[in-house]
């Protein structure tokens, strides 16, 4: 089944704490990307790969990472997550195309409380 | 710079009524278009999308919507709504004329369907 999956699921830590939320797809995507949603702002980006070892940032970088060592991963990382990193996580990937329309597949999402 | 207004962050409706959802939009070229569904505790999911050829959409679930040019609006319409169509929906935008992968995300709106 071609699908983007997200581990973890839910995920509640302390401020400083290093975590990695892990990005995988079966889907042969050059395109990866992770997103934040919170509550009347949407889906924000946060950092896009468009192939391995090319990542750039997005709309609010600050306070993460990534990096795209292998086609199929995409994971996000958090040096020192803080109380405002607390929100809903969305990777997603696609094909890449110069031009045109490129469907998003998003995946389940990880539920990140910083505390 | 690309924007995304969704005008009611939370819409009522009874069953069986008309569902309206509005987006209005700001590019200065014209968009690729989106509407996307998040169900409880999943991930986002495409309902429908306009890339430039018919001005009125058919999604999934009975949705449609129509791209209005001279308003840049992209509302979402179903005739008559169903429990199960209770869920946030997302409008979103992507600019042809760049990477066809950008998606700039409104704030969403929750859809609540009483029997």
């Known amino acids: 089944e071609a699908q983007v999956t997200q581990n973890p699921r839910y995920l509640i830590t302390v401020t400083g704490k290093k975590l990695t939320v892990t990005c995988s797809q079966n889907m042969n995507h050059e395109y990866m990307s992770w997103y934040r949603q919170d509550p009347g702002l949407g889906l924000r980006q946060i950092y896009y790969?468009?192939?391995?070892?090319?990542?750039d940032k997005g709309d609010v970088p600050e306070g993460y990472k990534v990096s795209r060592k292998e086609k199929r991963n995409f994971p996000l990382i958090l040096e020192s997550p803080s109380p405002n990193q607390t929100s809903l996580y969305f990777c997603a990937s696609s094909f890449f195309r110069d031009r045109g329309y490129n469907e998003q597949f998003f995946g389940p999402g990880t539920r990140l409380t910083v505390l | 710079a690309q924007s995304v207004t969704q005008l009611g962050s939370h819409v009522s409706v009874s069953e069986g009524a008309l569902v309206l959802l509005r987006c209005n939009y700001s590019?200065?070229?014209?968009?690729?278009l989106f509407w996307y569904v998040q169900y409880p505790n999943q991930g986002l999911q495409l309902l429908l999308k306009?890339?430039?050829?018919?001005?009125l959409v058919k999604g999934i679930n009975g949705f449609e919507a129509e791209f209005k040019k001279s308003e840049t609006s992209f509302h979402l319409t179903k005739p008559s709504a169903h429990m199960s169509d209770a869920a946030e929906y997302f409008c979103a935008v992507s600019d042809p004329t760049g990477a066809g992968n950008m998606l700039t995300f409104g704030g969403g709106t929750r859809l609540m369907v009483k029997p």
């Open positions: 590019s200065s070229v014209p968009p690729y």
């Open positions: 306009y890339t430039s050829a018919a001005t």
């Open positions: 790969s468009m192939n391995v070892e090319v990542t």
